[in-house]
């Protein structure tokens, strides 16, 4: 099997699309991180995931694995009211019936998951501790779980503890049967979980050890043996699944066409991916950032409504004389001929965003009104590349958040949610940083988004001149408080050098001014 080299941030492109296709929640996020679970927070619709590293088999086997749990922590998101910890017993046990409640459910309208379940229960069973490695009751509770999940025990118990577990289970069992064939939901579900601790005569406090999946090359067993474990598996299961085929589950072709997709994403980002060609200029690297709290769905619809008509490149217009006469307008009195007018979009724009501290009391909006322009810019297919700039540790820092070659995406928007605002407004700086690359690229327009003066003017008109020399165009949005202040940053700015500026007393009208800069009739 090939080396799957893939970024994390490749990873969560595709893993945040999943979850929320699976949970039909389109803010989910989801954040690859090591923690000692993978888990989610039902209440602020976050998944944690462990990195692909920490799951064992062949890099497909890895992901198929990793594909299973987000679907189970989706299934969660969409269907569970609660979600408790699993280091005590009462928790654990609760978690364990809703795995399957909530699989139960999910696989009626997902399924082309059955396969996938029964694999990812596959690995499980290695993962899963001997019970006689255990102490005291937590060998119990583990065996419930084994015995309810998997049909089966790994290791010795007593024998009248392996009576108390059957016993629990059949219990179990018939709860969530009931559960679903009455639609009770978590609440219900909980309700039986004091029954099941009486039968396992254990404290519903108990510390009960996670089961990690271990680091290794490959499965810790032969293909024979292992397709030997999910065919006991499969059969136990036989009643919910139906027959399967353990060798075609090995396989996993349905997944594997997903999984080449992103074997060849990852191949091209060796040569062509996120990469900053200039020096001193830094890739943000956080994964576990929730960027839908930057995510303004409604001026994004509005702003794609309004300017739909250059997706296509022409738009309607009334005129004077025409060929086609508009009755209702002309009664309107207004002009009555309807005429198609050719709209062009300036394709290569470089955007260039201040994150000094003085946007801190608004940062939030900032960014909802930039990735609302991004999210258009992309609808629209116009080339552009986005920068940002703030101090860190007193030193002044060019962020990299979208590159001219690769899409806008929630990875990108990512990026931007984790710059802070913070430091001066050293603009002559980052543009000397960025006059390499854009020399021999040649954007048609460099805009430049900021709310203040720059450390230093006479630097800033400097450059300009070796802007202009290249034939771009230098646009400045000046943001202010109120339309007044603004007006005064636009007018400042201009006299640095600018070919155009404008001025932004609200923040939701940056993506608008920013598309009528760029249209040309």
């Given amino acids: 099997m ?31 991180t090591e923690q000692k679970e993978v888990q989610s927070n039902i209440r602020e619709n976050k998944v944690l995931m462990f990195p692909l590293e920490r799951y064992q088999g062949t890099d497909f086997q890895k992901y198929r ?19 408790l910890s699993n280091d005590h017993a009462f928790g654990f046990i609760l978690n364990t019936l809703e795995t399957r409640r909530i699989e139960t459910v999910g696989r009626s309208y997902w399924q082309g998951m059955d396969e996938e379940i029964i ?12 019970l006689n490695t255990l102490y005291g009751n937590a060998r119990i509770v583990e065996g419930f779980a084994q015995y309810f999940l998997l049909g089966d025990i790994k290791g010795e118990l007593s024998a009248s503890s392996f009576e108390k577990i059957q016993r629990a289970c059949k219990v179990a069992i018939e709860a969530v049967k009931e559960a679903i064939e009455k639609r009770y939901g978590t609440d219900w579900l909980e309700k039986k979980v004091s029954e099941i601790i009486k039968i396992l005569e254990i404290d519903p406090l108990l510390t009960i050890p996670i089961s990690m999946p271990k680091i290794t090359s490959g499965i810790a067993m032969s293909e024979q043996d292992f397709v030997k474990t999910l065919s006991k598996i499969a059969k136990y299961r036989e009643s919910d699944f139906g027959e399967l085929d353990p060798k075609r589950i090995v396989e996993g072709k349905p997944v594997f066409e997903e999984f080449k997709v992103l074997l060849d994403e990852a191949k091209k980002s060796e040569n062509r991916g996120l990469s900053s060609e200039v020096v001193g200029v830094s890739i943000p690297k956080l994964t576990n950032v929730d960027e839908t709290k930057i995510y303004d769905a409604d001026l994004i619809n509005n702003l794609k409504t309004r300017f739909k008509e250059w997706k296509s490149g022409w738009k309607e217009q009334h005129v004077l004389a025409g060929d086609e006469f508009d009755e209702e307008t002309f009664l309107e009195g207004h002009n009555p001929f309807i005429t ?66 690769l899409k806008w995406n929630n990875t990108a928007a990512k990026r931007l949610a984790q710059i802070k605002a913070n430091g001066s407004t050293p603009l002559a700086e980052v543009y000397s940083l960025l006059l390499p690359t854009l020399r ?56 640095l050098g600018y070919e155009r500026t404008l001025a932004v007393s609200r923040l939701n009208e940056i993506p608008k001014r920013v598309l009528n800069v760029l249209r040309t009739d």
């Fill in 2 to 32: 090939q080396s799957l080299h893939l970024r994390n941030d490749s990873l969560l492109e595709i893993a945040t699309f999943l979850v929320r296709r699976w949970s039909g929640k389109e803010k989910v996020t989801v954040s690859i």
């Fill in 65 to 83: 694995q990793f594909r299973t749990a987000l679907w189970y922590e989706a299934m969660r998101i969409k269907h569970s009211s609660k979600i």
């Fill in 119 to 130: 694999f990812s229960y596959g690995c499980a069973w290695l993962y899963r501790p001997l």
């Fill in 340 to 405: 198609d007018k050719k709209i062009a979009i300036k394709t290569k724009i470089v955007i260039l965003l201040d994150h000094s501290s003085s946007i801190a009391g608004q940062e939030i909006q900032y960014k909802k009104a930039t990735l609302a322009l991004c999210e258009v810019l992309e609808y629209l297919k116009v080339k552009f590349s986005v920068y940002a700039f703030n101090t860190e540790q007193k030193q002044v820092v060019c962020w990299l958040i979208k590159p001219a070659n």
């Fill in 440 to 495: 021999s690229k040649k954007p048609d327009i460099f805009l430049t988004l900021t709310d203040g003066e720059p450390s230093d003017p006479d630097a800033v008109r400097s450059m300009m001149r070796d802007f202009k020399l290249l034939d771009i165009s230098m646009v400045a949005i000046g943001l202010g408080p109120d339309i007044a202040d603004a007006t005064v940053i636009a007018n400042n700015l201009r006299r």
